[in-house]
């Protein structure tokens, strides 16, 4: 079964970073995963088949993240906190909180809540390969620095007119595609 997550950042660059284009594609893209605000939307994928969808605004400060769903409907006033310790989560419709583990999957999709929350490229992945895949898209291929981290590989999709990242494949240290 194929399955994959899309991560895209639904942002705008202030005009003082636009002048000042980092050409290092993990800063940039560290950068961006760690914005003190952004809008996010997550799509989740089976088969190519888009499965659901998730819209939050992200707040950072810090090393602290909160996410606020804003969409769809039925996920709009969930809430997750990373406080650094733990993940937190806040369920509207029950009134409960609930601890949530840095392993167990992100709202139903491949990746896991330690991805979402607290992966930070340039600390754990090296820059191997880039592809161009069209003028406007590269294909970056980052090897893990050590096998302390879940993913031994990861492909991103990168936008070079906007700066952002589009898509991600990561792929555990077997070399199976998540």
Not at 35 to 57: A, H, P, S
Not at 140 to 164: C, G, H, M, T
Request: proline content about 3%; hydrophobic content about 40%.
């Amino acid at each position: 079964m194929k399955k994959y997550l899309i991560i895209i950042l639904l942002f705008s660059l202030s005009i003082g970073h636009a002048e000042n284009y980092i050409t290092d594609y993990i800063v940039i893209i560290d950068q961006l995963f760690h914005m003190e605000y952004t809008k996010v939307r997550m799509d989740v994928y089976k088969n190519d088949v888009l499965m659901k969808y998730y819209e939050m605004d992200c707040y950072r400060k810090d090393h602290k993240v909160r996410m606020d769903f804003t969409g769809p409907a039925v996920e709009k006033g969930r809430r997750m906190l990373d406080d650094e310790s733990n993940i937190w989560m806040y369920m509207p419709r029950t009134s409960k909180i609930m601890k949530l583990p840095l392993k167990q999957s992100f709202m139903g999709s491949d990746a896991s809540n330690r991805d979402v929350f607290r992966l930070k490229f340039g600390h754990e992945y090296n820059l191997v390969n880039t592809t161009p895949a069209d003028q406007k898209i590269t294909i970056l291929e980052l090897k893990a620095k050590d096998q302390s981290v879940a993913y031994s590989k990861v492909l991103i999709w990168f936008d070079e007119e906007n700066r952002v990242p589009l898509k991600q494949e990561m792929y555990t240290l077997s070399g199976k595609k998540n």
